[in-house]
């Protein structure tokens, strides 16, 4: 062999070694490139996870795209979860409300079919089924506000508009205007002495109304008989710490964690005996959390309950 024919030889062999080598590289490339193509499919598709594994060899750009196409298959995932979680609650809340709403509007009908077949005809019947069918009518009255209020707060419709206001003088009319409920169950509601004559808080003075009206009130309808809820304000460095307690049945320590959900109740049965709709504390942590106040109970069953929360002075 001529050294012209062994060069011819070594080139030839080179250059189809170099084809084979590109051919190689390519298939290798379009395989991973179908890998991710593959995977983008099934996510658009609808499957909620995906992820693509490249071995270290592959292209760096292939590498490249397949990374950003797991972080968004990761994103995509986290999104549709908690849009799930979302529905998943909703439609909850909607079974609630509608479950909360049927008790009292069944007994409304009820009353009103019993006086209509008849017993409107008996005076001391008929004014006993009035009074329930209007009790219950309260009742459903008492709901719907309280299910406007946390929607309109959950669904962030609700502005506060805050100002200064002066706390004892927003405690002592909000006692003074719960004491006949009070008394009633024989419970008295006092304004704790160590609350100064005047004490100043920046707040949105409705919703915090709001706020000691629901505290004061389960205060009361969870005491006992001869029982006392004493409400105060007390200065803590620049803020005020404000704190209703009651001398009631308490609450379990296992119930504690959860009694700002809504609807929540410990005892179901004495909830609405009291005319409890189940919110009141969710919206009461709702309007803290707006003026960053977080709320925190302490309780022993039997023995009482102290709700406590503090607002800038
Ligand atoms: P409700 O309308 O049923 O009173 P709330 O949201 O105000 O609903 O309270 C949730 C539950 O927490 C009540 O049903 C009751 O079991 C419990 N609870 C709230 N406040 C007190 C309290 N001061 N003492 C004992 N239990 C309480």
């Known amino acids: 062999m001529t050294p012209f024919v062994v060069s011819l030889l070594v080139l030839t062999i080179a250059s189809i070694s170099y084809v084979a080598w590109v051919i190689t590289v390519q298939r290798r490339l379009v395989r991973h490139l179908r890998e991710v193509s593959d995977v983008t499919d099934a996510i658009v598709k609808g499957a909620v996870k995906g992820h693509i594994n ?63 077949d008849g017993a409107v005809d008996d005076p001391a019947v008929s004014r006993q089924f009035l009074e329930k069918a209007y009790s219950n009518a309260l009742r459903l009255n008492t709901l719907l506000s309280d299910l406007i209020d946390i929607s309109r707060i959950e669904s962030g419709e609700l502005r506060l508009s805050f100002r200064y206001f002066d706390m004892a003088e927003l405690m002592r009319d909000v006692v003074h205007i719960l004491e006949l409920r ?27 109304t709001q706020v000691l009206t629901n505290l004061i009130d389960n205060a009361i309808k969870y005491n006992v008989p001869g029982g006392t809820v004493t409400v105060g304000a007390v200065p803590e460095g620049k803020n005020v710490r404000c704190s209703i307690t009651d001398t009631g049945i308490g609450i379990p320590e296992e119930h504690l964690s959860r009694i700002f959900e809504r609807f929540y109740r410990v005892d179901k049965d004495r909830s609405r005996t009291v005319g409890g709709t189940g919110l009141g504390l969710a919206i009461v942590k709702h309007i803290l959390e707006a003026h960053q106040a977080p709320v925190r109970v302490t309780s022993e069953a039997g023995k009482g309950t102290r709700v406590k929360f503090e607002l800038k002075g």
Not at 189 to 208: A, M
């Open 54 to 116: 490249l071995p270290p060899s592959a292209h760096s750009d292939v590498r490249r795209v397949a990374e950003s196409v797991n972080n968004l298959a990761e994103k995509a995932s986290k999104d549709i979860s908690e849009m799930r979680r979302l529905e998943r609650v909703r439609s909850e809340f909607i079974g609630n409300v509608s479950h909360e709403l049927r008790t009292p509007i069944f007994s409304v009908q009820g009353y009103l079919e019993t006086l209509l």
């Open 182 to 208: 009070a008394e009633q169950r024989n419970v008295s509601v006092i304004v704790d002495p160590q609350t100064p004559d005047s004490i100043t808080v920046y707040g949105d003075k409705e919703r915090l």
